[in-house]
């Protein structure tokens, strides 16, 4: 009897420790991998419909996840955009709301340099990982600070490797040459300057993987904000990369080698985890800081009309896509509006971390629109406001407030281009827009610096080429310029 009770414990103890393993198993978090590109195209990737870039491993991502018909970031330029997607609110709150671009400021802007970034009273999207055990890691283009205190180890993230400022070269400044701006030395951990060798979106791909494999082996979660430069100016490739688009010129050509690239160490990066094993349990989030700047280095964002730095669709939609093996699936297209404020709130809730405590995020999780718990839009309403100018999408409806003519209305799901002006045909709903509108930006700071008063002037000037009849504008390689 005793004997045979105790094999019978015995086994059931066994049966209970497989049972916690496997369910320890099951509940490990997720590895994060957000692969971030600067001043891409709407159109310049092949899972978005481009006959010209060559990107096989993001269009694989996409046929191995979810993409975001309409994806948007919130604002059509660098630093304010990411400061919304690092802290999961509207950036404008904390008065993050013209670009911070050092010797482009007015001479009367409260901040200017190295004192223009989030304000460590913000937390961050590494903040709130690191809460849950995560090492965190920073690769490229922060742009979010350039003083010591807003410096990204000091903002959630255990690991940097990049540059501080907005743009630099994808090769190394040797030999006497120098950066334009001191931030844009590159930097390894804190203060610690060195350049690279090679061309730069390859090497950033390789230190991600270091630091991947670093944690794998430690059998610690991690977080991988891989912040490319790519494909952002000066429009520099690799002669390799420019040898694969023999058929394009001028900007046009060097714009597809530097996606290539782009795609390249992507697929570097997705490859290693599926070398170290754990791609399976890793979310791997792609899309873009803001509409490409099509007259700067001739990214193409058709169909939409716009560009970077207008509230035109062109300016704030964006490639968008998630892949979560068994969470999300595989292949399938999501059809409402989601912003990239979304993104901290649903890589928390996938750490592990409880939301409902913390009422100050301006993104959702995503999950639950994903996976069908629940129904609907995860927004009714999003907002864009840089000066006097403002845009609300409020279902399918968008209304532009502009500093210089009446406000424009379009019903975007019919009218993609934004080319239908109905703000005549619906005044009430002008109206309780434009109310929406101020209400929103009640609630907001003022802005904490300011540019000088000709960007706003030339940003109107940029938007207004797509007011022009077709007959009336001239492309030269998909880059749209004013008719001479």
């Known amino acids: 009897m005793n004997l045979s009770f105790n094999t019978l414990f015995k086994c059931f103890s066994v049966a209970t420790i497989l049972l916690l393993s496997l369910s320890a198993q099951g509940a490990k978090k997720p590895n994060i991998v957000l692969l971030f590109s600067d001043d891409a195209g709407f159109a310049d990737f092949g899972f978005q419909g481009s006959q010209v870039m060559i990107t096989p491993n993001l269009d694989k991502l996409a046929a191995q996840g979810v993409r975001f018909e309409q994806g948007y ?110 931030l844009d030395w590159l930097e390894r951990g804190f203060g610690q300057m060195q350049e690279h060798q090679g061309y730069l979106t390859d090497v950033l791909a390789a230190e991600a993987n270091n630091f991947m494999e670093r944690q794998v082996k430690q059998d610690k979660p991690f977080f991988a904000f891989m912040s490319f430069n790519a494909v952002h100016t000066p429009m520099e490739a690799d002669p390799a990369d420019l040898a694969k688009f023999p058929k394009l010129k001028g900007h046009r050509k060097t714009v597809a080698a530097m996606t290539l690239a782009l795609d390249r160490a992507s697929g570097a990066i997705m490859d290693k985890l599926t070398e170290l094993g754990v791609a399976d349990n890793t979310i791997v989030v792609f899309t873009n800081d803001n509409g490409g700047p099509t007259d700067k280095n001739a990214s193409d964002n058709a169909p939409l009309s716009g560009s970077k730095s207008n509230h035109l669709e062109g300016g704030v939609r964006v490639p968008y896509v998630i892949k979560w093996p068994g969470k999300v699936k595989a292949g399938e297209t999501y059809p409402y509006p989601v912003s990239t404020l979304d993104l901290l709130p649903t890589f928390f809730a996938a750490a592990g971390g409880d939301l409902t405590p913390i009422s100050n995020l301006d993104g959702v999780d995503l999950l639950p629109y994903l996976n069908g718990s629940k129904t609907g839009r995860p927004h009714q309403e999003l907002y864009w406001k840089k000066d006097t100018r403002a845009a609300l999408r409020m279902g399918d409806w968008k209304l532009i407030r502009f500093p210089d003519r009446p406000a424009e209305l379009y019903h975007i799901t019919s009218d993609i281009q934004e080319v239908h002006n109905m703000a005549s045909e619906q005044p009430a709903l002008v109206r309780d827009m434009f109310k929406k509108i101020f209400a929103w930006e009640s609630t907001l700071e003022r802005p904490r610096w300011l540019l000088k008063r000709k960007f706003e002037n030339y940003d109107i000037e940029r938007m207004d080429i797509y007011r022009k009849p077709l007959a009336d504008r001239k492309t030269d390689n998909n880059k749209v310029t004013p008719k001479p």
């Open 73 to 182: 970031v919130s604002d059509p330029t660098c630093g304010p955009s990411r400061a919304g997607l690092i802290t999961g609110r509207y950036q404008q709150r904390f008065g993050f709301e013209e670009n911070n671009v050092p010797g482009y400021m007015s001479d009367n802007s409260a901040a200017d340099g190295y004192d223009m970034g989030i304000p460590v009273d913000q937390a961050t999207i590494g903040d709130y990982l690191q809460q849950q055990g995560y090492a965190t890691a920073f690769y490229g283009k922060w742009h979010v600070g350039g003083a010591d205190k807003f410096h990204p180890t000091k903002r959630g993230f255990d690991e940097f490797y990049g540059f501080r400022g907005g743009a630099r070269s994808y090769y190394p400044y040797e030999d006497g040459k120098k950066p334009a701006h001191q």
